[in-house]
């Protein structure tokens, strides 16, 4: 394929996010049988603030763009360069993505054949570490006289496509430029140009069926593989039900996993998708409540509720009939009276002391203030654990891109997501509501935190 007619394309843009940020320019070397035969630069307006950090990694400045053409008047431009040609770009779904999204906010759909430089070089050098554009123009020798900018680095692209073409046997890089272009294996009722759109990003993505009907949210370190997953492995979860029903395909991007299982708990709550189990079933849940009369703790099973939580509440549990079960296993592990928890009615001892499982509590064998005491050290792991910051805190991701998102929260309520300072300060904590599934997805954050993600303290005392 590379000895057809290519396109050398890459883009800078105002962020990592295809969906909401905008192309501020765009560069393309044309190939012919391996010769150059054209190029082509222009900056874009965005229509939007471009932000600081873009700036200064691009060179490309607000007032570089403010007399610069917006996309709608450029697109013709590029189509007329790219049509009919192999599109070629350094982690090309980053690229071919944005190109997707500003076509398809005219009204238009942009579809093309696509190479990876990123995968080419892999495929090329796998014994290699590091395959970024940086690497690869050391180990090749490339030259760039305007690294970041867009025609600068198409022109990478473009020599490091003849060097491929000069130092590899022609049938071999054939063969596998070919199995780098094959179209993964989609449902056939899908658009086969969804799979070259998908971002290796982390996110959530959203299959819908018939009459756009949800049927699936997910949530994916790499968005790309893991939709593709669905399709190509037998044993991944709904594979050949969502093979059968999916019609669409969308998805979102964060910057982070822990973002992407927010997003996902969110969603899931939310649209109720008819194939999701986990996180979908009633908002309502039920806990352990302990209240105290003249002889000690009393356990009740009640519906939980944030706004009147006082402490005394144990575990969290989607129906009534857990939260029953967990408090049963615990009496029995434990020892513990039935009758002194208000479970058992009518007079002498409880069943379980018939049959020697209670230590007499129901009979005065053991003092009621020894059984209370047990009674609260059996169920204080299922006890809501003490906020341990002094204010809020915003968990901070970043992805390969720049992209940033801070998550914050107060007292285990979820606020939302700031993206940037101006956000970030504008988050009202008071609408936070405490969500069950959300404090658990914190909570097991801050027992195993992942890697590269930071804990900022908002408030201090």
Not at 294 to 321: K, N
Request: net charge neutral.
């Amino acid at each position: 394929m590379l000895a057809g007619a290519v396109a050398c394309v890459d883009l800078e843009t105002t962020g990592g996010h295809a969906a909401r940020d905008r192309v501020i320019e765009a560069g393309i070397v044309l190939l012919d049988d391996g010769a150059i035969t054209g190029e082509y630069s222009t900056l874009v307006n965005p229509g939007v603030r471009i932000p600081y950090a873009i700036q200064q990694f691009t060179g490309i400045s607000e007032a570089m763009v403010a007399e610069a053409p917006p996309f709608a008047e450029v697109a013709e431009e590029l189509l007329a360069r790219l049509e009919g040609r192999l599109f070629v770009a350094h982690n090309v779904r980053f690229d071919y993505g944005f190109l997707c999204s500003e076509f398809a906010r005219l009204g238009r759909r942009f579809r093309a054949p696509v190479l990876c430089t990123v995968r080419l070089s892999r495929a090329l050098t796998p014994d290699q570490r590091g395959h970024n554009l940086d690497a690869v123009m050391a180990r090749h020798g490339i030259r760039c006289s305007a690294r970041h900018r867009a025609l600068g680095d198409a022109r990478v692209l473009a020599e490091f496509l003849g060097i491929a073409r000069d130092r590899w046997p022609a049938e071999e890089l054939a063969a596998m430029v070919a199995k780098l272009c094959a179209a993964p294996r989609l449902p056939p009722q899908l658009d086969s140009g969804v799979a070259s759109e998908l971002p290796e990003s982390a996110g959530v993505y959203l299959f819908y069926g018939e009459d756009d009907a949800l049927l699936y949210v997910g949530k994916a370190k790499n968005i790309a593989s893991r939709v593709l997953a669905h399709f190509s492995d037998p044993r991944a979860r709904h594979g050949l039900e969502l093979a059968r029903l999916v019609r669409r395909v969308e998805w979102q991007e964060t910057a982070g996993e822990f973002g992407a299982l927010l997003t996902e708990a969110r969603l899931t709550r939310e649209r109720q998708p008819l194939l999701n189990r986990r996180l979908r079933g009633s908002p309502e849940f039920w806990t352990i409540q302990l209240g105290d009369d003249a002889t000690g703790p009393r356990a009740d099973l009640t519906a939980f509720d944030p706004a009147t939580a006082g402490g005394d509440e144990y575990g969290m549990f989607r129906r009534q009939g857990d939260a029953r079960r967990a408090l049963e296993g615990l009496m029995r592990e434990h020892g513990l009276c039935a009758k002194r928890l208000g479970l058992e009615g009518g007079a002498g001892s409880c069943l379980a002391y018939q049959l020697e499982r209670c230590r007499g509590a129901c009979v005065g064998r053991e003092p009621a203030a020894v059984h209370a005491l047990r009674v609260r050290m059996a169920l204080a792991g299922l006890r809501r654990r003490d906020w341990p910051f002094p204010g809020r805190i915003g968990i901070r991701e970043r992805d390969w891109r720049g992209l940033e998102e801070i998550h914050v929260f107060d007292r285990w309520c979820y606020a939302g997501t700031a993206r940037g300072e101006d956000e970030l300060a504008g988050l009202d904590a008071g609408h936070a509501v405490f969500n069950p599934d959300l404090y658990r997805l914190l909570l097991g954050f801050l027992e195993r935190p992942l890697r590269g993600v930071e804990i900022l303290q908002l408030d201090r005392e």
